[in-house]
Nanobody
Framework: QVQLVESGGGLVQAGGSLRLSCAAS????????VAWFRQVPGKEREFVAG????????YYADSVKGRFTISRDNDKNTVYLQMNNLKPEDAAFYYCAAGRVVGYNPRNYNYWGRGTQVTVSS
């Protein structure tokens, strides 16, 4: 079992930055594919960024490429999402997820955090 806890969300002006953290316990996170998803009310959960387990290959949604960066600190068993140049359309509830392999489909992931809210004012 892996427990995931997100933090770092909040209110930021458009153009600003936030760094989300996802702290894991129970298992070593580096052995899992990890990802960030986001969701707004009434819409499906959307893939934002992911990182594979072994080679730490990274994947991004087109909408965040060049602005968001996913990274992992194995010593802290934590995954991060650095979000720069935030736009109002980035506002959502952001979730961290872990699974056997990284993928764009939420069904790839067995473990989820409870999420953290990101609000972007225009």
């Amino acid at each position: 079992q892996v427990q995931l806890v997100e933090s770092g969300g909040g209110l930021v002006q458009a153009g600003g930055s936030l760094r989300l953290s996802c702290a894991a316990s129970g298992r070593t996170l580096s052995t899992y594919g990890v990802a960030w998803f986001r969701q707004v009310p009434g819409k499906e959960r959307e893939f934002v960024a992911g990182m594979s387990a072994i080679y730490a290959n990274t994947y991004y949604a087109d909408s965040v490429k060049g602005r968001f960066t996913i990274s992992r600190d194995n010593d802290k068993n934590t995954v991060y999402l650095q979000m720069n140049n935030l736009k109002p359309e980035d506002a959502a509830f952001y979730y961290c997820a872990a699974g056997r392999v990284v993928g764009y489909n939420p069904r790839n992931y067995n473990y989820w955090g409870r999420g953290t809210q990101v609000t972007v004012s225009s």
